[in-house]
C-alpha cells in the first residue's frame, strides 16, 4: 500500500503574516544589498543582523544574526547560536555542537564561546570541522585553547566573531537553509533614516539599538 504522501497534491505551506516593517516611506530608507551566510535557517524580516569580521575567513563581511547578549537564560530568540552538546574542557580546542548547527561555520571562521556564567572567550580561527566521526554532533577545532569550562548547564553555544555588533535590519524573510543543504541567500539590510514597528523587530536589545543609533518610541523604533 502506497503512502499518503506519494500522491500528487499541493502543500501551501504555513500562514503567512502580513505585518509591515515599515512605518516611514520604505524608499526613503537607507539600504544596502547583502549576503546572508548559510546555515541558520528561516530568517524573519525585522531581525537585527550582525556582520562576520573574521580576519581569515572567505565570509569577511558577510552577515549573520545578531545574538542578543543583554542576558543568556537558553530562552532567546537567537538563531545566530550553535549550543554546544557536550562541556567542554580546558587546555583543548576542542568542542561539539549538533550536526545541523556546525553548517551555521566554516573553516577559517574566528569562533567565540559564549555562556552565561564565562566570560567569552575567542577560539581564532576555526582549522577542523569534523562531521564523520558521529552521526548526531560535529566536531570543531579551532586555534586557540578553551581556558574556561563552558557547559550544556551554563547555556554556552559557539557563534562566529562579529556576533555582537548589529549592524542593522534584515529588510525582508529569507530562508539561508540548514545543516548539509544550506547555500546561504541574498537580503537587503537596513542602516538608517527610517521609522519601523517596534513588534516586528528581533533580538534588538538595549546593545543592538546603541550600535546602529536606534531609539524606541512605543510601537515605533526611528533609525538614524
Not at 562541556?87 to 574566528?110: E, N, P, R, W
Amino acid at each position: 500500500m502506497a503512502n499518503l504522501g506519494d500522491g500528487p497534491g499541493i502543500n501551501y505551506g504555513g500562514q503567512v503574516d502580513y505585518k509591515k516593517l515599515f512605518y516611514s516611506e520604505e524608499k526613503a530608507s537607507l539600504r544596502v544589498p547583502i549576503s546572508l551566510l548559510k546555515g541558520y535557517g528561516k530568517l524573519e524580516m525585522g531581525l537585527a543582523l550582525a556582520r562576520n569580521t573574521s580576519a581569515s575567513s572567505t565570509r569577511l563581511g558577510m552577515y549573520f544574526p545578531y545574538d542578543p547578549t543583554d542576558t543568556i537564560t537558553g530562552a532567546e530568540n537567537a538563531p545566530g547560536r550553535a549550543y554546544i552538546v557536550a562541556d567542554t574542557g580546558t587546555s583543548t580546542a576542542i568542542f561539539y555542537v549538533g550536526m545541523d548547527d556546525s553548517y551555521k561555520f566554516l573553516v577559517g571562521d574566528d569562533v567565540v564561546l559564549v555562556g552565561s556564567s564565562e566570560s567569552a572567550e575567542n577560539l581564532g580561527a576555526i582549522t577542523a570541522i569534523d562531521r564523520t566521526t558521529y552521526t548526531h554532533m560535529a566536531k570543531i577545532t579551532a586555534t586557540d585553547s578553551i581556558s574556561g569550562g563552558f557547559t550544556i548547564a551554563n547555556y554556552a553555544y559557539a557563534v562566529v566573531e562579529g556576533y555582537d555588533t548589529c549592524v542593522g535590519i534584515l529588510q525582508e524573510t529569507r530562508d539561508t537553509g540548514e545543516g548539509s543543504t544550506a547555500a546561504g541567500a541574498k537580503g537587503n539590510l537596513i542602516i538608517g533614516n527610517c521609522v519601523l514597528y517596534t513588534g516586528m523587530l528581533t533580538n534588538l536589545d538595549s546593545n543592538a539599538q546603541t550600535d546602529i543609533s536606534a531609539s524606541e518610541l512605543g510601537q515605533y523604533t526611528y533609525i538614524r
